[in-house]
């Protein structure tokens, strides 16, 4: 039976993924699977037991003594420091609940100006912009940056 990745305790989850032909298996035991936010349903009670010692002491938040158990419990953080305290465990959520945007980039308004429109287009055609430059496509890259200096410099008034 494999045992965690982390500790010596028995694997009770096991994940297997290829990605661009590259097998990546983690084993974790029903502790760290929990601490990893992963949902096992319904647990042997005995395996639970013999994880029950804690390890190392909980985490908390220095303002509001919020910790992450508490967290899981409620789904909601005790002040806004928690983010900063939690940020490690916090991010993988975020990005699963948000489908994998971790940045707040604001909303607008039901009804916006022509150059709130203008100026929202140019930031999402930025983000392309630096997709395609980190992905290597450079071709891409030219056309967004073309259309960032037409939107630029006509003040939205383009012909698309």
């Known amino acids: 039976?494999?045992?965690c990745d982390q500790c010596n305790q028995p694997a009770v989850y096991h994940d297997v993924r290829i990605v661009d032909g590259v097998h990546n298996t983690t084993h974790l035991c029903i502790e760290h699977a929990y601490e990893a936010g992963v949902d096992l349903g319904p647990v042997d009670i005995s395996s639970v037991l013999q994880s029950a010692a804690p390890t190392e002491p909980i985490k908390s938040c220095s303002d509001c003594g919020m910790t992450i158990p508490q967290y899981k419990a409620?789904?909601?953080l005790g002040c806004p420091a928690c983010y900063e305290m939690f940020r490690e465990e916090l991010t993988p959520i975020i990005a699963k609940v948000q489908?994998?945007?971790?940045k707040h980039v604001g909303r607008s308004p039901n009804q916006t100006t022509v150059d709130m429109d203008r100026q929202l287009q140019i930031r999402r055609l930025l983000q392309q912009l630096d997709s395609a430059v980190h992905l290597e496509q450079y071709?891409?890259?030219a056309h967004l940056r073309d259309k960032i200096r037409e939107l630029d410099q006509t003040g939205g008034q383009s012909e698309n």
Not at 99 to 102: F, I, Y
Request: glycine content about 0%; charged content about 15%; hydrophobic content about 25%.
């Open 139 to 141: 071709e891409d890259a």
């Open 1 to 3: 039976m494999p045992t």
């Open 99 to 102: 489908n994998t945007h971790t």
């Open 74 to 76: 409620n789904s909601l």
